[in-house]
């Protein structure tokens, strides 16, 4: 399922003194099956864009395709939910929106919502809690006795249950300890490759965008400033730099060693790539 | 003597089978910053909330600026500790940044001449001041932060504790407080215990303690624990990227220092490599 942006301009509090602009002509697709992240400083307008993935917010003007649906300002809220289910959202510290008594139950919520039976509606919830790694012990318990990290995927087991082919995730990882990220991470990149989920996140950590999207979507005072793979918007630093947003480590150890006088060619994003464009100009390291 | 005296304290919580404290002995000097780190459940926070004796521990003493923790002296001990929680959302009582600023001091009954002074002396050291009649709510997350460290600074505690203090910011707001941090301990010499993942935060500290279940594996200067980047990473902790470069070219084939270096030294070790080629 492709989402394509036409043109979208999106102002908040529209016809009222306190009117703001919140998107600015924005022009992009959304491949069926990539994994897009969208980045730029708090207040570049990225949860405005991410709100328009499943009608949240509907253009000022413009248009928003998802799939089948055709999104513009006349669209009524009307028949949106088969859109909604469609696209999954994970907002920011989503297990705030963790609520009923047992984490089977809270899994279970969504896709009953969606005139899934009771009895299906669970059996899918058991599916999921081993989808997003936890046992299945966890599936009778209350979900407010899990660690901060479990609690949350839980909260995107309930995401995952609706079945959807988009997976939006806003700063999905925030607040968990490295461990916790990476883990989380892996388990995206694996729905991803193993369910076919398009993904579309919303980062601050320039690592993460490097190691798993192919497509970057840059946001500025709510115009996208600059699309490409991740190889192409880290090959200017400076430019990063004067919109406020950082380098991979993998790319500013590089810019270091590039000052230095060592050559990299194409640039590595990596640490595995960096540490072997580097081996032959080390001679293969020392010996001590 | 310390400025904080851990000796051997145990903590559970109610019904856990598991300690979350073993025979944790730490002592912190006056005008230190140590940082704690480990996973999530290593017992980081509960450490720190035994400190204030918003926990009280199982057996095992906390001494703070020579006053042992007990029901008596808990109070003057906990105008000597600051803490700074994770969220900031969850910590804002005012309306305005001022109000909240001025919150703690008005619950110690400072007088309202002295509460306008040491209002505005704590929001203009982190910069604050120009925000003093803005609503919390309506700031960044690293500008929430400070705000949340103004409130502390304005109570002149010895001891200002991070709890984990940095881990929802974006990286321009982490770096906001952390610049915010190294600032006042120029100024003031405040003694800093920051319980964090990040280690970035970690590398800033005189001295770090690694806490892995509830005990306390491993205490040194940041370069004396990175050099266990292997094992820190088994912990499920992040090092600091020259270790994981430097893990990666022994991967590829190539032999590495075992001391810690960091970004500018790993530079200057690889080019001297180069250059003897």
């Known amino acids: 399922m492709d989402i394509t942006f036409d043109h979208v301009n999106f102002t908040y509090q529209a016809g009222t003194p306190f009117a703001g602009d919140g998107l600015k002509d924005v022009s992009v697709t959304i491949k069926d099956g990539s994994y897009t992240a969208i980045i730029g400083h708090t ?22 395709t998802i799939g089948d649906f055709k999104i513009t ?17 994970v907002f920011q510290f989503a297990e705030n929106q963790l609520f009923e008594q047992t984490v089977a139950k809270d899994i279970a919520f969504g896709p009953k919502n969606f005139g899934v039976s009771d009895e299906e509606a669970l059996k899918l919830a058991a599916q999921m809690v081993k989808l997003v790694g936890l046992p299945d012990s966890v599936l009778e318990q209350s979900p407010f006795d899990l660690s901060g990290g479990q609690m949350r995927r839980v909260a995107i087991a309930g995401v995952l249950a609706m079945q959807p082919e988009v997976l939006v995730l806003d700063e999905p990882t925030a607040g968990l300890d ?9 388990m995206f990149q694996k729905l991803h490759e193993t369910q076919g989920l398009t993904i579309v996140l919303v980062t601050h950590l320039m690592d993460d965008v490097a190691d798993f999207a192919d497509q970057v979507l840059v946001m500025d005072q709510g115009q996208l400033i600059k699309t490409g793979s991740p190889r192409t918007i880290f090959a200017d630093p400076a430019w990063l730099t004067a919109h406020q947003l950082g380098l991979p480590k993998t790319a500013q150890m590089a810019q270091a060693l590039t000052a230095k006088g060592f050559q990299f060619d194409p640039q590595p994003l990596t640490t595995e790539e960096l540490a072997q464009q580097l081996l032959p100009q080390i001679g293969g390291g020392a010996h001590d | 003597m310390a400025l904080i005296d851990i000796e051997h304290l ?23 910053w140590v940082a704690i780190i480990g996973h999530n459940g290593s017992g980081k926070s509960t450490l720190a909330k035994n400190i204030n004796g918003l926990l009280a521990p199982a057996s095992g003493q906390v001494t703070v600026a020579g006053l042992p923790l007990t029901e008596a002296n808990v109070w003057a001990i906990r105008e000597k500790v600051g803490i700074v929680f994770q969220n900031p959302d969850n910590q804002f009582v005012g309306a305005t940044v001022q109000d909240d600023v001025a919150f703690g001091l008005e619950n110690r009954a400072v007088p309202r001449s ?130 994981r470069l430097k893990a990666a070219l022994r991967r590829a084939g190539a032999t590495m220092p075992k001391d810690y270096l960091d970004e500018e030294g790993l530079v200057n070790y690889l080019w001297t490599l180069h250059s003897t080629m």
């Open chain 2, 114 to 243: 002295e509460m306008v002074t040491r209002v505005h002396d704590a929001l203009a050291q982190v910069n604050m001041l120009d925000f003093a009649t803005r609503e919390p709510a309506r700031l960044s997350g690293g500008q929430k932060q400070r705000v949340a460290i103004a409130g502390i600074i304005a109570q002149r505690p010895e001891i200002i504790i991070l709890d984990e203090a940095t881990s929802m910011l974006d990286p321009a707001g982490r770096a906001e407080v952390l610049a915010l941090i190294q600032q006042l301990r120029a100024q003031t010499n405040m003694t800093v215990l920051s319980i964090t993942h990040d280690v970035d935060e970690a590398a800033s500290a005189d001295r770090v303690v690694l806490l892995n279940d509830g005990e306390i594996v491993e205490s040194g200067t940041p370069a004396e624990i990175f050099t266990h980047g292997e094992e820190l990473l088994a912990l499920g902790l992040d090092v600091p990227y020259p270790e």
């Open chain 1, 73 to 89: 300002n006349e669209t009524s809220n009307k028949n949106l939910k088969p859109l909604r289910q469609k696209v999954g959202m």
């Open chain 1, 178 to 186: 490295p461990a916790g990220r990476n883990e989380m991470m892996a």
């Open chain 2, 10 to 32: 145990n903590f559970a919580y109610p019904d856990q089978t598991k300690p979350a404290l073993r025979d944790v002995s730490l002592q912190v000097n006056a005008g230190e």
């Open chain 1, 43 to 64: 207040g570049s307008g990225k949860s405005t864009l991410l709100q328009h993935l499943n009608a949240l917010l509907k253009p000022t003007s413009g248009t928003v």
